[in-house]
């Protein structure tokens, strides 16, 4: 069973940065997309940064966020940079493997105002 691991969530001041890791159990060459997700109470699930492991390609909404990938580690990260509160949210890690879609349980991300 393939599993998506996150950690490195937490409380984080106005104006900081955090990076959150993605823990991967199987090749993330299985994967025809990688990213990250955010929902925030009383909201839907959002996209946060999206792209293709082993290429350059990046889908960010938010410049401020960016993915990055270890081979060796066989972890995905998401470096977020100048956070405010309406970053606060539970933060999901999202791959697509063979059509099916794959998440991670979640690490929440709080900035207080």
């Known amino acids: 069973q393939v599993q998506l691991v996150e950690s490195g969530g937490g409380l984080v001041q106005p104006g900081g940065s955090l990076r959150l890791s993605c823990a991967v159990s199987?090749?993330?060459?299985?994967?025809?997309?990688m990213g990250w997700y955010r929902q925030a109470p009383g909201k839907e699930r959002e996209p946060v940064a999206t792209?293709?492991?082993?290429?350059n390609y990046q889908d960010s909404g938010k410049p401020r966020f960016t993915i990055s990938w270890d081979s060796a580690k066989n972890t995905m990260a998401l470096q977020m940079n100048s956070l405010t509160p309406e970053d606060t949210a539970v933060y999901y890690c999202w791959g697509r493997q063979h059509a099916e879609e794959l998440w991670g349980q979640g690490t929440q991300v709080t900035i207080p105002s």
């Open positions: 199987v090749s993330m060459y299985s994967f025809s997309a």
């Open positions: 792209g293709v492991f082993d290429t």
